[in-house]
């Protein structure tokens, strides 16, 4: 069975914060279309990982390799910017929706940034909360969502541009199981039919079981890998 | 399944109305999904001991077509027998008696590599993990099988977590069991 392409691949990843290491040699591959879950304890790096894959944050030492062949860890703050709003979607645990606006402009306010006109952004905004179930809730701003109403209102922001990759940071850490499971489930269904990559970084197994995959991370560095990683890294470059 | 007991099921089946043997082993299976399936010789056998202890009586036969088949129905002390059974408390893990558990004790008594061997557990555990995830999570699941998947997954679940604890406890635990 032939793996898809790696969207972005990871090599010996060094990134230290006021002289606490956080990543120490990690390396990762993230295919396209896939799913893949990272998880470890606390301070293992888990969301270092993820911002130096998002390139929201600058390794100290190491390769990010976007598509085989650009290096994000040596591109420009301008061009990670466009990858940022073009090519990635990022959600986090919670408070990343902007409380002033409603749902549905939350949603659109990506388009609206990349220069759509205001009636087209909101009637995508509108179809993409149709797709997480929550278009009925458009009109409400984020203070009165429940929590899984709001991390599926982020997950429409996340993936209204229609990214290449999401990464997804302990997605459902504030919420009780079944609303993890709406989440989750709303996720990896849209996911899958847009064909999108998702870096899910998690501390518990049972959100881990809905990736195609598992990294697991102790002190920094990559425990298991499913993967082959250093065949992987070459034919990805890094 | 802990503390399983094929009589009671059976008894809990025939709650609804009395039933032959093919159509509680139909009913069972389609019940417990996520258990194993049960063996028309072992609801033959539960029948005829419910009946020897006056929890369950023969209610005639059907034949419906094909081969004769002998119906059952619960007794009023089959009902009273149920009742009891299921406001029972279950002991909670009253002895621990795993076999996770005794691979890794086992492994370092022997000076074998118990690391490895919770490494490799891990992968196995989240493989079916994954399984009952989609399983859970597809279009169309029904409650007996979001049930049974979700009662699995917070077990496997509960096993990883021991799993990772003891990974982190190995060299402790390696100088408890081989004291110098």
């Not at chain 1, 199981?177 to 989440?183: D, M, N, P, R, T």
């Not at chain 2, 094909?66 to 009742?83: I, K, N, V």
Request: include cysteine; charged fraction near 25%; aromatic fraction near 4%.
């Amino acid at each position: 069975m032939s793996n898809p392409a790696p969207l972005l691949a990871a090599r010996g990843l060094v990134k230290t914060y006021g002289g606490t290491p956080a990543l120490r040699g990690a390396s990762v591959v993230l295919r396209q279309g896939e799913i893949l879950a990272v998880t470890g304890a606390s301070g293992s790096g888990k969301s270092t990982l993820l911002h130096c894959l998002a390139g929201i944050v600058r390794p100290d030492e190491g390769s990010v390799v976007h598509r085989g062949s650009e290096r994000l860890d040596r591109a420009s703050e301008k061009r990670l910017s466009t990858l940022r709003r073009t090519e990635f979607g990022v959600v986090f645990q919670f408070g990343q929706l902007i409380p002033e606006l409603t749902a549905a402009d939350n949603v659109a306010l990506p388009l609206l940034l990349a220069g759509a006109p205001r009636a087209e952004a909101l009637e995508r905004a509108g179809e993409w909360l149709e797709r997480f179930g929550v278009r009925e809730r458009a009109g409400a701003r984020p203070g009165e969502l429940s929590g899984g109403q709001a991390q599926r209102v982020a997950l429409a922001r996340a993936l209204v541009t229609g990214p290449k990759a999401v990464f997804a940071d302990e997605p459902t850490g504030a919420l009780d199981s079944l609303a993890g499971e709406q989440v989750m489930t709303a996720l990896v269904r849209t996911v899958r039919e847009c064909g999108t990559s998702v870096l899910l970084v998690t501390h518990d197994a049972q959100v881990a079981a809905y990736a195609d995959r598992e990294v697991r991370l102790r002190d920094g560095a990559v425990l298991t890998d499913g993967a082959d990683a250093d065949a992987v890294l070459l034919e990805a470059g890094a | 399944m802990i503390g399983m007991s094929t009589r009671h099921i059976l008894l809990g089946l025939l709650a609804g109305g009395p039933s032959h043997g093919y159509d509680l082993k139909r009913r069972h299976d389609e019940r417990f999904p996520q258990a194993r399936p049960l063996a028309y010789g072992q609801v033959y056998t539960t029948l005829q001991r419910l009946v020897r202890d006056g929890l369950a009586e023969v209610d005639g036969t059907d034949s419906d077509g094909g081969p004769e088949r002998t119906l059952y129905r619960s007794t009023d002390e089959g009902a009273r027998e149920l009742a009891r059974w299921t406001g029972e408390v279950a002991p909670p893990a009253p002895f621990v008696t795993n076999e996770i558990f005794a691979k890794v004790v086992v492994s370092i008594l022997a000076s074998a590599d118990p690391a490895g061997y919770l490494r490799a557990q891990r992968e196995a555990h989240m493989a079916r993990m994954r399984e009952l995830t989609a399983v859970k999570t597809a279009p169309g699941a029904d409650l007996a099988t979001v049930l049974s998947a979700d009662y699995a997954l917070s077990h496997l679940d509960a096993d990883l977590r021991w799993m990772t604890t003891t990974a982190a406890r190995l060299t402790t635990l390696t100088a408890e069991v081989h004291p110098a």
